[in-house]
């Protein structure tokens, strides 16, 4: 019979920052229009600080976009790691447009 060990007695689970900013990065990539381009990611005791730095594609709403990948980060990174996200920093690098401007022809 195996008896299982009090919680004090089981050690710590310790995330790196690495791993943390792998799952940001990955996140990133869900959020309708934004396409990450850096994500830091400093792992305190309990709670997790995010830099991300993405595009946008033009011509979707920078400050909605930016909210929605903000929210989208710190409920995954919580979700998949167990660390509440203290604060998001989101730097939007590019507004790429999808298509390229047509030439005119003279």
Do not use: F, N, W
Request: net charge neutral; hydrophobic share 40%.
């Amino acid at each position: 019979m195996t008896t299982i060990a009090p919680a004090d007695d089981r050690g710590a689970l310790t995330i790196a920052d690495r791993t943390v900013q792998r799952i940001a990065t990955q996140a990133v990539t869900e959020v309708d229009g934004a396409d990450p381009a850096k994500v830091t990611a400093q792992v305190g005791a309990d709670t997790v600080t995010l830099d991300v730095r993405l595009s946008i594609g033009y011509p979707l709403p920078v400050a909605k976009t930016t909210e929605a990948a903000r929210e989208h980060l710190r409920r995954r990174t919580a979700e998949l790691t167990g660390l509440a996200v203290s604060r998001v920093d989101i730097t939007v690098t590019a507004l790429p447009t999808s298509a390229a401007e047509p030439r005119r022809v003279l």
